[in-house]
């Protein structure tokens, strides 16, 4: 089993930045693959970005040259740096890891980001 827990959300300013963090525990050695979702009210959940164990990344459009996603293996620990951030990003943001071995996936409880105009 693994245990995501999330932070570092809150209330920003149309244009501020903020650092989620995700701290995994447990059996973390088949993580290959990790992720930030969010959900915004009466949405459906979706990709913001992944990172692949050995640091490939990928990034939905909508977030494309403003948030960045890295991991620190040795931490068991995945970063997302959120900057000139809109309203529209408000939403709860979840951690998500892949054990691929046993091809298990894992979440986070969220943590609420919210943008203010």
């Known amino acids: 089993q693994v245990q995501l827990v999330e932070s570092g959300g809150g209330l920003v300013q149309a244009g501020g930045s903020l650092r989620l963090s995700c701290i995994a525990s447990?059996?973390?050695?088949?993580?290959?693959?990790k992720a930030w979702y969010r959900q915004a009210p009466g949405k459906q959940r979706e990709l913001v970005a992944e990172?692949?164990?050995?640091?490939?990344?990928d990034y939905a459009d909508f977030v494309k040259g403003r948030f960045t996603i890295s991991r620190d293996n040795a931490k068991d620990t995945m970063y997302l740096q959120m900057n000139s951030l809109k309203p529209e990003d408000t939403a709860v943001y979840y951690c998500?890891?892949?054990?691929?071995?046993?091809?298990?996936?894992?979440w986070g409880q969220g943590t609420q980001v919210t943008v203010s105009s």
């Open positions: 998500y890891a892949k054990d691929t071995l046993f091809a298990r996936v894992y």
């Open positions: 990172i692949i164990r050995g640091g490939t990344t």
């Open positions: 447990g059996v973390t050695r088949n993580i290959k693959v």
